[in-house]
């Protein structure tokens, strides 16, 4: 068939005459009817995006609002507020944080209590209003951000602190919120701790009640920035997420996946973060000049300002028993307002938890598992009723003792109603031995050494320890058989227990030791050493469990504020205090102390010669050391314990 012809017949067959004659359109062709005309409701030339969106409520069981609440200086600051709908007379529950207030409502939900972050959670099931604020300079809210801005005084010449700034806020909420109350609760965790520490120099008429979770209260002696002078150098990422931008900023970049090689190829603290910027960092600067104990520390550190400031708001001070992160502030804050005449409406609290772990899950922590949720049971048992007291007028049904303390070897909560702060407890020296012995008995003329490698420091896990590590949180638990056979850590272990041993308060390390170095820290751990095999839980057999450590550096022995060098070859004391406890060593158990030079990269390695200021010691100035500690009869090196009862000697 010749082409023209078969087009043709192809263009006959593709189209047909209907009933009425016309000729339907070949397929895939663009009819021209009204439906396929251009209208102008389909033209849209400006954004897709309103200028508002509102979302429709009208299911949700509560209201947000976002508001810029005025301070007495004019600066303005961003918060969050969720009323459950309907409300009227209910208490308001307020948290100050730098981490992002907006944050906090973690979903869209319609319902309160699946909207906010979990530890808001029994909190809105309560039915409180719940109350989130940036503080200055971070996120939402106006003014300058600086880091636990001190109070009014020598070190802030200003008008304003974070003691007016709860209290303007308080003030607002309560003329302005007319579906409360006007009674408030203060409540946060680390920072947010700090924040209601603060409050509390001088609270507002209307704050009823508070409960500083494990708070910042004095960064050098014993929470986030030092230990007794010992720089906790992984912190420095803390630096740029808070302060190189308004709202987070990012983590110190790492060549390696291992932070402990990070950290030792950087050398001193000060030389990694010189190079990644810190000198932009207006508190690094402050910081990195104040190596020591001074008045830059000192006048900031609350438990010294609490009791010149005592208030009269019943306040719970708690904290985790294995807190990583601020193991110092609450039970320091709630001894000193104690010791001070304010026993009868400060409550310590001490969970078997970590940082922050009473605002989540606490079934377990670490290898350790408990009967119940712990966290939830106190939120509902304890706290919010607790709370409720005040905030409300709801008789209590049980009375908040003095201090509530886990007692994590019974698996139970211990009452006490006269719990005794350091320093007012008689103490039982557990003395180091010959032969790696430990025991009640005064030990016999001896030493035992060991060199301390700066180029070889003890790491706190074993490793690798990446920069994101799921085990941070439970560190203080890690099972201490890892480091037991270097050369560089010394381990003193009792005989198997015939008897339990009981431990309430604050054990302290008192060693007696000799350096060739003119510079040192020293670590002392006090371990339970479980039976060798556990047919219920393998897992802990032979487990040594680490129930209270710290480290200390040596140039502070006999001043905090004035460091000195360690004369080398000399035997000098170094006496320092160990976290509270509240333990039963079992019987079939060992007590064990280990003691070692360096715990890295947690802590930064001191090079062992003496420098003016650690933070920027040079490469040269690192050195081996060989250590001498020294148990008796004139230097008698222990761990002082809080015996319950005298202790059979093992």
């Known amino acids: 068939m010749k082409k023209a012809a078969l087009a043709s017949a192809v263009a006959a067959c593709l189209c047909f005459v209907t009933a009425a004659g016309l000729a339907m359109p070949v397929a895939g062709a663009t009819p021209q009817t009204a439906s396929s005309r251009v209208t102008p409701d389909m033209i849209q030339t ?10 429709p409520q009208g299911n949700y069981d509560y209201v947000k609002r976002e ?19 309907g409300a ?62 001190p109070p009014m005084g020598p070190l802030n010449p200003t008008k304003t602190d974070d003691t ?26 680390s920072y947010d701790g700090w924040t209601v520490a603060m409050a509390l120099l001088h609270p507002h008429p209307a704050l009823k009640v508070a409960a500083p ?59 990694l973060a010189e190079a990644h910027g810190f000198g932009q960092l207006p508190w690094w600067n402050r910081f990195s000049a104040h190596p020591a104990y001074d008045a830059f520390w000192q006048l900031q550190a609350l438990d010294k300002l609490l009791p010149q400031h005592a208030s009269d708001v019943p306040t719970m001070w708690l904290q985790g028993l294995w807190d990583q992160e601020d193991m110092y502030g609450a039970i320091h804050a709630w001894e000193a307002l104690t010791a001070a005449g304010h026993g009868a409406n400060n409550h310590l609290v001490m969970g078997p938890w970590f940082h922050s772990q009473i605002n989540r899950d606490g079934w377990s922590l670490g290898p350790l598992k408990w009967p119940g949720n712990t966290t939830a049971q106190f939120r509902r048992q304890v706290m919010i009723p607790w709370f409720d007291h005040y905030l409300r007028g709801t008789p209590e049904a049980t009375s908040l003792p003095q201090a509530m303390i886990y007692n994590p070897s019974e698996q139970r909560w211990d009452s006490f109603s006269n719990w005794k702060v350091a320093g007012q407890q008689a103490l039982t020296p557990l003395y180091l031995q010959a032969a790696h012995g430990l025991g009640f008995q005064v030990p016999a003329a001896g030493g035992d050494s060991y060199v301390s490698d700066p180029a070889n420091p003890v790491p706190y896990l074993s490793r690798p320890i990446p920069q994101k590590n ?8 890690q099972d201490q058989r890892f480091v037991e056979n270097r050369g560089d850590v010394l381990s003193y272990t009792t005989p198997v227990l015939a008897s339990a041993v009981t431990l309430q308060g604050a054990p302290i390390a008192d060693i007696f ?99 003016p200021n650690i933070l920027f010691a040079k490469p040269g100035d690192y050195q081996k050391a060989t250590v001498t500690l020294e148990h008796g009869p004139q230097a008698r090196s222990a761990v002082l314990l809080p015996l319950v009862a005298p202790a059979s000697q093992p």
């Open 213 to 271: 979770e494990s708070p910042m209260i004095d960064g050098w002696m014993g929470d986030d920035w030092y230990h007794y002078g010992a720089l906790r150098q992984v912190n420095l990422d803390y630096f740029t997420e808070q302060m190189s931008v308004k709202g987070s900023g990012e983590t110190i970049p790492r060549e390696n996946q291992d932070d402990y090689s990070n950290f030792l190829e950087a050398g001193s603290a000060g030389a």
């Open 88 to 149: 009227g007379n209910h208490p308001m529950l307020l948290e100050r944080t730098p981490y992002n207030a907006s944050g906090f409502v973690t979903s869209n939900s319609p319902h309160l209590a699946d909207a906010v972050w979990s530890g808001g959670k029994d909190w809105a099931k309560a039915g409180y209003i719940l109350v989130w604020q940036d503080i200055r300079g971070k996120y939402g809210s106006e003014g300058k951000y600086i880091m636990t801005r």
């Open 470 to 477: 799921d085990r941070w949180r439970t560190w203080l638990l």
């Open 46 to 55: 400006g954004s897709d995006i309103p200028a508002h969106w509102t979302t």
């Open 67 to 85: 508001v810029m609440i005025p301070m007495r200086d004019g600066v303005r600051l961003h918060t969050v507020i969720m009323i459950p709908k």
């Open 164 to 189: 007016t700034d709860a209290w303007d806020t308080i003030d607002w909420l309560v003329k302005n919120i007319k579906a409360g109350n006007g009674k408030v609760g203060m409540i946060g965790s």
């Open 513 to 611: 030791a000799r350096t060739t170095g003119t510079d040192g820290d020293f670590v002392v751990k006090l371990i339970d050493v479980y039976p060798g095999s556990d047919a219920d839980d393998p897992a802990m057999g032979g487990y040594e469990l680490p129930i209270s450590l710290d480290i200390f550096r040596g140039r502070y022995r006999k001043s905090f504020a004035d460091p000195s060098a360690i004369p080398a070859n000399e035997v000098q004391e170094y006496k320092f205090r160990l976290p509270t406890v509240n333990y039963v060593f079992k019987p079939g158990h060992r007590i064990m102390v280990q003691i070692q030079s360096s715990l890295f990269p947690l802590y930064d390695r001191n090079p062992q010669r003496y420098v």
